[in-house]
């Protein structure tokens, strides 16, 4: 017996063959137990890798592709608007870190590029609006793409930590004003890592 299939039944067998097995490879680790004592991938002994520092004012943005409230489109990353992603005007993309202000924690992965024309005045990151709103103590308004109840906050300070750079272009170090281009650039110098100093 002899199976014959055009080159369309071909590729169609083919993505299903495949399609079926990333399910399947995906479900089988999934379902394994994590090691005891096991890091997570970029930590050192179960703490994570810090490769920058600093601070910096950050804004907020809620970019859904709606059109509305000065939003520009779907994220530059293709990553859906969500929870825990911001934009950055001279970071890789897919960069991961997180931010502390007030003394609460947030992470983050950089998934848009922006602020554009307040990073030349200092304005280094921009979260996305429902952190901003934890951060702040007010509330995300789906309606407005805003943040209420925080006594108008548009900017605040916070502290970040770099601790995995995207494998794209952009400057892997210090951010600078969207104006100065690094977005569009590979940098293949990333910033030394801060040295821990043990008393």
């Known amino acids: 017996m002899r199976l014959s299939f055009g080159?369309?039944?071909?590729?169609?067998?083919?993505?299903?063959?495949?399609g079926a097995s990333v399910l399947t490879s995906a479900g089988v680790v999934s379902a394994l137990p994590a090691a005891a004592g096991a890091s997570a991938p970029g930590s050192e002994s179960g703490?994570?890798?810090?490769?920058?520092?600093?601070?910096t004012k950050?804004?907020?943005?809620?970019?859904?592709?709606?059109?509305?409230?000065?939003?520009?489109?779907?994220?530059?990353?293709?990553?859906p608007m969500q929870k825990g992603m911001i934009a950055s005007p001279s970071w890789p993309l897919l960069t991961e870190g997180y931010v502390v202000y007030k003394g609460k924690k947030a992470k983050f992965f950089v998934g848009d590029r922006g602020p554009g024309v307040p990073s030349s005045s200092g304005v280094m990151i921009d979260l996305d609006a429902k952190t901003f709103a934890d951060l702040t103590g007010g509330t995300f308004n789906p309606g407005t793409l805003g943040v209420d109840g925080n006594g108008g906050m548009g900017h605040i300070k916070v502290d970040y930590v770099i601790t995995k750079w995207g494998n794209g272009v952009g400057k892997k170090n210090y951010p600078v004003p969207f104006s100065a281009g690094a977005w569009g650039r590979m940098d293949h110098n990333p910033a030394?890592?801060?040295?821990?100093?043990?008393?």
Do not use: C, M
């Open 47 to 55: 703490s994570e890798s810090v490769l920058l520092k600093g601070s």
């Open 192 to 199: 030394t890592p801060p040295q821990v100093v043990n008393k």
């Open 7 to 18: 080159i369309r039944k071909n590729r169609f067998l083919a993505a299903t063959l495949l």
């Open 58 to 79: 950050a804004s907020y943005f809620w970019d859904d592709s709606s059109g509305r409230a000065g939003d520009t489109g779907l994220p530059a990353s293709g990553k």
